[in-house]
């Protein structure tokens, strides 16, 4: 935690990008990326739900110890899926503590910054569990929000979302991820926090940036919102061999000669 301190203090941007498996976290190990997130958008990126609200702890442990294992040397952190940390304190602990010590990772991540939820990070900080926070957009809340908008565009709202990003600086969270927020406000929160924010959809001023790794590799195409950007066309690689390997398949030139084995001499 201290070197992500460190690198905003430096103004070394932080990279995050999210994992849930271990190849792909292996990858993001090699290619030293800071910060591997097991987002709870697994319920919606591997487990093919609409939300994040159906996963549960059981299903982000069982990927987030896969991530680990990928990417041993790396600074982990899982969310806490919908309603593990809502309930009550000591069930926030119990469960920060399975995902702690069940998947080997560093750190967890909870939504929201209203008084409850800081009692809770101030709770887990004193349990010793790092905790990282996420406000504006909330997706597990998106029946309450009304749809997945950008937070805090008002002037009341903005206030809100500032103070509570400082509550949760108060409370002991060492980062603060800001998602769908307008560039003023994530300037201005980035400004008056001592720990890092990390940017989702909240311009370029942020200390460091997350993006899903299945969008930011172009898997899902027909997912282009304003803040993201395609930096691999993935999915239509993937569909090219997919078509390739049938075709060959169908025709009989795979497998070939070179790909068989012989008897034993
Ligand atoms: O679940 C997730 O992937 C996230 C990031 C989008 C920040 O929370």
Do not use: W
């Amino acid at each position: 935690m201290r070197r992500f301190l460190e690198m905003k203090q430096a103004g070394e941007r932080i990279v995050a990008l999210t994992a849930y498996d271990a190849l792909f976290a292996g990858l993001l190990e090699d290619e030293g990326v800071d910060l591997i997130l097991v987002g709870d958008s697994l319920s919606e990126v591997m487990l093919g739900y609409e939300s994040t609200l159906p996963v549960t702890l059981d299903e982000m442990i069982h990927h987030a110890a896969a991530v680990r294992r990928g990417a041993p040397e790396s600074f982990v952190v899982v969310d806490l899926p919908f309603l593990s940390y809502q309930v009550s304190v000591d069930e926030s602990i119990r469960n920060s503590g399975r995902v702690l010590k069940e998947t080997g990772a560093q750190a967890v991540k909870l939504e929201g910054g209203d008084p409850r939820t800081c009692q809770t990070v101030e709770a887990l900080v004193t349990s010793g569990i790092a905790v990282m926070g996420h406000l504006g957009l909330r997706p597990q809340s998106i029946h309450a929000l009304g749809g997945y908008l950008v937070q805090g565009r008002d002037e009341k709202e903005a206030r809100v979302l500032a103070e509570q990003a400082r509550a949760l600086e108060e409370a002991g969270a060492f980062a603060v991820v800001l998602e769908l927020v307008s560039a003023e406000l994530a300037v201005e929160v980035t400004r008056a926090l001592r720990v890092p924010t990390i940017g989702i959809g909240a311009g370029p001023d942020c200390d460091g940036q997350v993006l899903v790794l299945h969008d930011a590799l172009g898997l899902n195409a027909g997912f282009q919102p304003r803040f993201l950007r395609h930096f691999a066309k993935l999915g239509e690689a993937a569909r090219a061999g997919v078509r390739a390997y049938a075709r060959e398949v169908r025709a009989g030139t795979y497998p070939g000669p070179e790909h068989s084995f012989g008897r034993e001499p």
